[in-house]
DNA sequence: AATCAGAGCAACCGCAATGAT
DNA sequence: AATCATTGCGGTTGCTCTGAT
């Protein structure tokens, strides 16, 4: 069963497994969750508690004054992973009280979603994933979700982070603009969307595989590897839907 | 040793989409 | 068809860490 195997090969944070050793990205051992860049942030951070409600200038969503915010703590991964393994995914809403968690559940799928999951491959990104990313990206846009569904392991947060630390850079050295996916000197003045960009060497709508050498364990059901039927939930990339 | 600036990323928010009644 | 509840997504924030000065 996959999420056995995933759970053995990489035990999530706040697992009851021996705490992993992994590198971080200055390729420095360090004791934490998979892949963690933080070790050992497993405590609350009083700072962003206890600016409550003004957190960050908005309100929150979840209304509850006793709702946990910031970091979570080793106890409250340990009660989620618990329940999930348990019960399942699902009825986030409900998950926290059933779980014994003072977290919201956005709050909660968040966590389960970007960090917890036993399928997270964590690390760093493949030179092969790097230039899938950017050719989803020139095919979708900021669709994060649809990107990440076709990068087995990786949460659509980490790439966006990713996006947006590396990749965006990477691009500009480039001399390509990483919004269009176009010459940099080509788009300076103009502000024309990736899914309306006429054919570039980065448009690959019409490119029938993606690299066949990155290593996906498990493809979700729905995973095609032609590009061309990658599609949004509700939305036609023929049509020229703007991202 | 102390300070500063930039990079990285976990976690938050509002809003849109979807499902239930 | 309308309303309400829940879930999911993309953008943003700010804390922590690291390297440079």
Known sequence: ?????????????????????????????????????????????????????GFMGRLPCCEKAHTNRGAWTKEEDDRLIHYIRVHGQGSWRS?????????????????WLNYLRPDLKRGNFSEDEDQLIIKLHALLGNKWSLIAGRLPGRSDNEIKNYWNTRIKRKLVSQGIDPQTHRPLNETSNKNSSPAKAAPT?????????????????????????SVFEVKAKSESIEGGQQF
Not at 2 to 11: D, G, R, S, V, Y
Request: aromatic content about 6%; hydrophobic content about 35%.
């Open 95 to 111: 998950l926290p009280k059933a779980a014994g968690l003072l977290r919201c559940g956005k709050s909660c799928r968040l966590r």
């Open 1 to 53: 069963m996959l999420f056995t195997a995933a759970w053995t090969l990489h035990p999530p944070l706040g697992s009851s497994l021996e705490t992993p050793v992994v590198e971080n990205r200055h390729g420095q051992k360090v004791t934490g969750g998979v892949g963690m860049e933080k070790p050992q942030v497993h405590s609350v951070n009083p700072v962003r508690v206890t600016k409550g409600a």
């Open 201 to 225: 060497e980065m448009d690959f709508r019409n490119a029938p595989t993606v690299p066949k050498s990155i290593s996906f364990t498990t493809p979700p059901p729905d995973f095609k590897y």
